[in-house]
C-alpha cells in the first residue's frame, strides 16, 4: 500500500534556526509528493510539491527534493520565523488514484522569538 | 475569498443525532473531496465526485454517513445516528484535475464534536 513516515514531533526551534522535517514514503508505482502546512485553528495549505525524482519543490523559502533513490522528501527552511510555527503534513499520491492523498501523521514546529 | 468554505465550521451534537455539513469548491474545480481528521493524526480520504458523480468511497465510510453533489457545485456530507468516535475534522477539498496535474486545495475544516 501506500504510506509516508515522517519525523515524529513536537519540534522547538527559536528564530532563525534552520529546519528539518524527515518524510520517507512507500507507494506502488511513481507518486506525486506534497509537503501541506496546517497553522492553529486553520485548515491545510499546499506548501510546495513535486512530481518527479529529483525534482526540487519551494515556496515561502521552504524546500524539498524528491529523491526517488532514497524514497525521501525531506522539508528544509535556512531560517525560520515565528509565523511559520504550524503543523507540517507529508502526503503523496500515486497515478491513477490522484485524488486520494495519503498524508504522514504530521510534525508540530513550534518557533520561538 | 475564492477559497474552498466549508459550514459550520463547529457543531455540537448529542450522540445519536445527525448533523450535516456543507461544502463549497472553489469556482469551476470539478472534483470535491471529503477527508476526516483526527486529532495528531493526518487527514484520511473519505469520498470524491467527479463533477455530480460520486466515484469512490472509502472503508471509513460507513453506512451512516452519506454524502451529495446534486448538481456539480456544493457537496453535503450527513451522518446519521452520530457516535462519539465520528467526532473529528471533516475537511472537503477541490481540484481541477487536468493532464498537468491534481492540486488539491482545502477547506478550513468543520469540527464535530459528539457528546
Known amino acids: 500500500g501506500n504510506s509516508v513516515t515522517q519525523m515524529e514531533g513536537p519540534v522547538t526551534l527559536s528564530e532563525e534556526a534552520f529546519l528539518t522535517i524527515n518524510c520517507t514514503y512507500t507507494?506502488?508505482?511513481?507518486?506525486?509528493l506534497f509537503w501541506y502546512v496546517q497553522y492553529p485553528g486553520e485548515g491545510l495549505q499546499l506548501l510546495l510539491k513535486a512530481t518527479k525524482a529529483d525534482d526540487k519543490g519551494s515556496n515561502k523559502g521552504f524546500e524539498a527534493t524528491y529523491r526517488k533513490e532514497t524514497t525521501s522528501f525531506h522539508l528544509e527552511k535556512g531560517s525560520v520565523q515565528v509565523s511559520d510555527s504550524a503543523v507540517y503534513f507529508c502526503a503523496l499520491s500515486v497515478p491513477g488514484s490522484d485524488y486520494k492523498l495519503s498524508f504522514g501523521a504530521g510534525t508540530t514546529v513550534t518557533v520561538r522569538a | 475569498d475564492t477559497g474552498v468554505s466549508q459550514d459550520p465550521r463547529h457543531k455540537i451534537t448529542k450522540r445519536g443525532q445527525n448533523v450535516t455539513f456543507r461544502c463549497d469548491p472553489i469556482s469551476e474545480h470539478n472534483r470535491l473531496y471529503w477527508y476526516r481528521q483526527t486529532l495528531g493524526q493526518g487527514p484520511e480520504f473519505l469520498t470524491y465526485?467527479?463533477?455530480?458523480?460520486?466515484?469512490?468511497k472509502s472503508r471509513l465510510l460507513s453506512d451512516r454517513f452519506s454524502a451529495e453533489r446534486p448538481k456539480g457545485s456544493f457537496s453535503t456530507l450527513e451522518i446519521q445516528r452520530t457516535e462519539q468516535g465520528d467526532s473529528a475534522m471533516y475537511l472537503c477539498?477541490?481540484?481541477?484535475?487536468?493532464?498537468?496535474?491534481?492540486?488539491?486545495?482545502f477547506g478550513e475544516g468543520s469540527w464535530l464534536t459528539v457528546v
Open positions: 477539498a477541490s481540484s481541477l484535475a487536468k493532464d498537468s496535474g491534481n492540486t488539491i486545495y
Open positions: 465526485f467527479q463533477n455530480e458523480a460520486q466515484l469512490e
Open positions: 507507494a506502488t508505482g511513481y507518486p506525486s
